[in-house]
């Protein structure tokens, strides 16, 4: 029986590579930064998220068993070009009824914002998805207030579609569809 195409394509080899970055699997030694970066209250800001208030080694176990490939995500440590993990980008809450999924990404490295990293990744994440995956719409949410954000969405193809308010938080919704082929 063959696989459904959602769950295919997670079995493919995972290094994409841009101008600026590649995007590769997650790996054991992205943990310490990742850690760090869910610790930094200004990064946590910018995802809604409260910084991690537990050890690195609790951090560790828990990642350790929390599987990085499933059937409901797929994430990707961002690293330059000479190899610097700079943050990562994932697609998750993967919908193969709606054939659609949610799309997230920070750049954890302050020196490379504003640089168009964030952009390649994302681009290169939804070239990933639409050339690999037969899910046809991609979603995200972005805190009302993050214009650098919305900005970097935009310029990739996303639209506004909608708001959302979520405790204290208001977000705006975001999304882009399969480009339709062309004859």
Request: aromatic share 10%.
């Amino acid at each position: 029986m063959r696989r459904p195409a959602f769950l295919r394509f997670l079995e493919r080899p995972r290094v994409l590579v841009g101008k600026k970055v590649k995007l590769r699997s997650k790996r054991f030694e992205d943990i310490l930064n990742d850690y760090n970066w869910r610790r930094d209250e200004e990064l946590c800001r910018l995802d809604a998220a409260p910084p991690l208030s537990i050890s690195l080694e609790d951090y560790q176990k828990l990642v350790v068993e929390q599987p990085i490939y499933s059937t409901g995500s797929c994430q990707f440590a961002i690293v330059t070009l000479d190899g610097k993990h700079i943050g990562n980008c994932s697609f998750f809450n993967i919908d193969s009824v709606n054939r659609q999924a949610e799309i997230g990404i920070m750049i954890g490295e302050k020196d490379y914002w504003d640089q168009g990293y964030g952009t390649e990744a994302i681009l290169i994440t939804l070239n990933y998805i639409f050339r690999y995956t037969d899910l046809d719409r991609i979603h995200l949410k972005t805190l009302d207030w993050n214009v650098r954000a919305q900005k970097c969405f935009r310029k990739c193809g996303f639209n506004t579609c909608g708001s959302l308010t979520r405790g204290e938080h208001d977000f705006i919704l975001m999304e882009i569809h399969r480009p339709v082929k062309t004859k």
